[in-house]
């Protein structure tokens, strides 16, 4: 079965300091991965995903994903957060017809 | 384009009562999913309809929730009768096939549904 954790549950950064949210997947086959995005009150939005080829993805709002197949990693970085990034990530994995799994999310907070 | 349309945005019941959410996806997209998000959460996948016909309903707790699509277009889901426990928000998503046996899916804003 696939699985997807995110340990940390909450993360605040300094608002211009750089982000790492990690991402672990257990998948028995080769993964589809995303990044999603949920501010309070709304849907997801779609920040980035990878299919195939490159293991480095840029995606929307200056993010950028790194997928690691010997580690079973997809970590979402930005260099420079702005106040504006504050939310919910969610990382999910899926193939083809399948659904998504997602994770139970991390939480960011952006320090002034 | 249009995005995923999803009505009511906001619901509160007693429990025991009957309640219907509706979603239009976006147009074109053939696949479309129903998520529960409970708070604290990721969402997790209730049902999944390919055109009109179900893939997927083996989270579907179908003593009490139901969904159609008909037409292949819009759906709506219903919870008869509602518990406690089905408060939360409500996700419906839709997608195309992007090649290389790959789905990307759009979500609607959600419903929040509280069962008091």
């Known amino acids: 079965a696939q699985s997807v954790t995110q340990p940390d549950i909450h993360i605040t950064v300094s608002e211009g300091a750089s982000l790492e949210l990690r991402c672990n997947y257990s998948?028995?086959?080769?993964?589809?991965l995303f990044w999603y995005v949920q501010s309070p009150g709304q849907g997801l939005q779609l920040l980035l995903k990878?299919?195939?080829?490159?293991?480095l993805v840029q995606g929307i709002k200056g993010f950028e994903a790194e997928f690691k197949r010997s580690q079973s990693s997809f970590n979402l970085r930005k260099p420079s957060v702005h106040w504006s990034d504050a939310a919910e990530y969610f990382c999910?994995?899926?193939?083809?017809?399948?659904?998504?799994?997602f994770g139970k999310g991390t939480m960011l907070l952006v320090s002034p | 384009e249009a995005g995923v349309a999803q009505s009511p945005r906001y619901k509160i019941i007693e429990k025991r009562q009957s309640v219907a959410f509706w979603c239009n996806p976006i147009s074109g997209h053939a696949t479309l999913y129903w998520y529960q998000q409970i708070l604290g959460q990721g969402p997790k996948l209730l049902i999944q309809?390919?055109?009109?016909?179900?893939?997927?309903d083996s989270q579907l707790p179908k003593d009490r929730f139901s969904a159609e699509r008909l037409k292949g277009v819009d759906s709506t889901l219903k919870i008869q009768p509602a518990k406690l426990e089905d408060s939360a928000v409500y996700l419906c998503?839709?997608?195309?096939?992007?090649?290389?046996?790959?789905?990307?899916?759009?979500f609607g804003p959600g419903t929040r549904l509280t069962v008091t």
């Open positions: 309809f390919q055109n009109n016909g179900v893939v997927d």
């Open positions: 998948y028995g086959a080769t993964p589809y």
């Open positions: 999910a994995v899926g193939s083809g017809y399948s659904t998504l799994t």
């Open positions: 990878y299919f195939s080829g490159d293991t």
């Open positions: 998503a839709s997608s195309f096939y992007k090649g290389q046996g790959a789905y990307e899916q759009y």
